[in-house]
């Protein structure tokens, strides 16, 4: 169903840099952390920093890949043809079988296969006859028989530096043998809510205080992706937070801040970081929601770097930073350079022009092959209900009027 959807916009300051700028920033300045060794076990989305080759042939022996008869014979072999049966192999059992012509072993699938077998018959096509076996149907040499190495030499690369271990990657290294892998290492991450307004719990509401929404969003983010976050609150008071700014940049690899990042008097993140030592990268981005972002770096006397991410303190804002720019900046810290990878939708519905680029929480859904975009309502930047309903966020981009089947660009969520 069209439906006409209209989001208020506001205008834009100038020199703004834009969303692609800000990411190329990210990719460019954050330097890579070292590396560590784990376990394969552990090592889940984690990113390789060597190649991995296997020690071992896959399959490691010639094996059955049925259940059935090994048998020896040269060349075709006829239906009614009958073989002696001198024995049986079980999966994991050790031979040291030497059949002749005219031989055969009952074995069961993943079974070593016996010296001089030159083919398997399944059992369906086998009868059994006292110490015999008489074969029903026409079969070919070397049929189900899984030779070593033919899906691994040993020696050969399994998985390549910079590769990303899915569930599939750590199951075919573990069947290789591999054991432990070295990766990069998962940066110490510091999560700073600032605000007088934030209450922990119902009696602490007074007059003008909110829930906190943005720590347990944060840290759920990182407890998605298996990693561990550390949650400091403070005031907006300039002294306690130069005391925690001094704290944490020499301890953590990455500070992720979120409110005091803009122009009022007690949005003090900015100037607080740039006086304990963070080079500002950039400030403000020409997007909605979360133009007034913060990225900066501080390096101290041994070489130990920390990332500032000082998001907005709006959740949808600090929803849209991290789906975005922390994700970015998470790879990058483990050397991956690449930016995010958008994908491509048509819309159902007409959006009105706005002067920033803006990334809108939508619902995607598959239509006889194609993905439809349908934008939820109450999109403002202090409203975070739509994502109950919400799978994406998509990339509108600035001063267009967007019409009905129009590509846009976006991200699952």
Request: glycine share 6%; hydrophobic share 40%; proline share 3%.
């Given at each position: ?31 890579s952390?070292d ?11 984690r ?28 060349g ?23 059949l ?104 602490d ?41 001094h ?13 005091g ?67 970015t ?28 680029e ?56």
């Amino acid at each position: 169903m069209n439906q006409y959807v209209e989001h208020s916009g506001c205008g834009a300051e100038a020199d703004l840099i834009s969303v692609d700028q800000a990411l190329s920033l990210i990719l460019e300045k954050v330097q890579s952390l070292d590396t560590e060794t784990v376990a394969l076990s552990k090592a889940l989305n984690r990113f390789l920093a060597d190649d991995v080759y296997s020690s071992i042939n896959l399959p490691m022996f010639s094996q059955s890949a049925v259940d059935g008869y090994a048998i020896v014979a040269t060349g075709h072999i006829s239906a009614q043809t009958q073989f002696e049966l001198v024995g049986e192999l079980r999966a994991g059992q050790s031979t040291d079988i030497c059949l002749t012509e005219g031989q055969a072993v009952r074995i069961f699938t993943g079974a070593a296969i016996p010296q001089n077998t030159t083919t398997v018959a399944r059992q369906e096509i086998v009868q059994s006859i006292e110490n015999k076996i008489l074969i029903r149907q026409d079969l070919a040499i070397h049929i189900d028989i899984r030779d070593a190495g033919e899906e691994v030499a040993s020696g050969q690369q399994l998985a390549q530096h910079g590769q990303q271990l899915s569930i599939g990657a750590i199951a075919a290294l573990s069947m290789a043998g591999v054991k432990v892998v070295k990766v990069y290492r998962y940066p110490r991450i510091a999560v700073v809510i600032t605000g007088d307004e934030v209450a922990s719990q119902a009696s602490d509401l007074t007059t003008g205080q909110i829930f906190d929404a943005n720590a347990p969003l944060i840290q759920a983010w990182f407890e998605a992706r298996q990693q561990k976050v550390s949650i400091f609150h403070v005031a907006d008071h300039e002294d306690a937070l130069t005391e925690l700014f001094h704290q944490l940049k020499d301890e953590y690899d990455l500070i992720i801040s979120t409110g005091g990042v803009s122009v009022g008097d007690y949005d003090l993140i900015r100037p607080v970081a740039l006086k304990v030592g963070f080079e500002q990268i950039f400030w403000k981005i020409k997007q909605k929601p979360g133009k007034p972002m913060l990225f900066a770096q501080y390096r101290n006397l041994n070489s130990h770097h920390c990332c500032l991410l000082g998001l907005p303190g709006n959740p949808a804002a600090v929803y849209v930073g991290m789906q975005i720019y922390t994700s970015t900046l998470l790879n990058a810290l483990q050397n991956q350079r690449q930016m995010p990878n958008w994908f491509s939708g048509k819309m159902t519905h007409t959006l009105k022009p706005d002067a920033r680029e803006r990334f809108l929480r939508m619902s995607a859904q598959f239509d006889q092959g194609e993905l439809q975009l349908q934008s939820l309502s109450k999109q403002q930047s202090h409203m975070l209900t739509n994502l109950m309903q919400a799978n994406c966020l998509v990339r509108v981009p600035a001063n267009e009027s967007i019409q009905i089947g129009q590509c846009l660009t976006g991200i699952f969520i």
